[in-house]
């Protein structure tokens, strides 16, 4: 977080608001300079959305990778490729998802991952259809590799 920046866009927000002003392009500009914790966020958010996301009963780890692309199917996630799948891990490569749906193909570059929000959905789908927890990271980027998807990995907590 740079708190400097951020305490200059709420020191000009206080005036913007005493003035009768708006503020709602400061408001991006405090977002941004949250950083890292915004990527929190995101994760967090994705996640919640994600336990939401139940089957009628519990997959056991084998099948948890099918499973996964049917849900991203039907709830309209993306396009999916499984990669990599042992009993610890799932990796798999995410294509047209809502973070880069359209920003892709736009030459639109980033130095670090983009895609909290759906990395913490993906932990989330897994942890609400196989009751393991789990936390899953973003691997690459297509905003950062120039390439139309991003590749994930989700990986099993054990005892």
């Known amino acids: 977080m740079d708190r400097s920046l951020l ?10 608001l005493k003035d009768g002003k708006s503020i709602g392009d ?3 500009g405090a977002l941004f300079a949250l950083g890292q914790q915004l990527e ?6 994705g996640h919640e959305l ?3 996301i139940k089957t009628k009963e519990t997959i056991s780890p084998e099948k948890i990778h099918e ?13 999916v ?11 798999l490569k995410l ?8 920003l892709i193909g736009k030459e639109i570059k980033t130095k670090a991952n983009f895609c909290s929000f759906e990395a913490g959905l993906l932990a989330g789908i897994v942890e609400g259809i196989s009751d393991v927890h789990c936390f899953a990271q973003e691997l690459s980027c297509g905003l950062q590799t120039g390439e ?3 590749e994930f990995m989700i990986v099993f907590q054990k005892d």
Do not use: P, R
């Not at 305490?7 to 913007?16: A, C, D, E, G, R």
């Not at 490729?81 to 891990?89: G, L, P, R, V």
């Not at 294509?95 to 359209?102: A, D």
């Open 7 to 16: 305490s200059k866009i709420l020191t000009q927000m206080k005036i913007y």
């Open 26 to 28: 400061l408001k991006y």
């Open 40 to 45: 929190a966020i995101f994760y967090y958010l």
């Open 50 to 52: 994600g336990t939401l």
């Open 67 to 79: 499973e996964i692309k049917e849900i991203i199917k039907e709830f309209n996630i993306g396009d």
């Open 81 to 91: 490729e499984i990669t990599n799948k042992t009993d610890e891990i799932v990796q």
């Open 95 to 102: 294509k047209n998802h809502s973070s880069l749906q359209t």
């Open 148 to 150: 139309n998807f991003c």
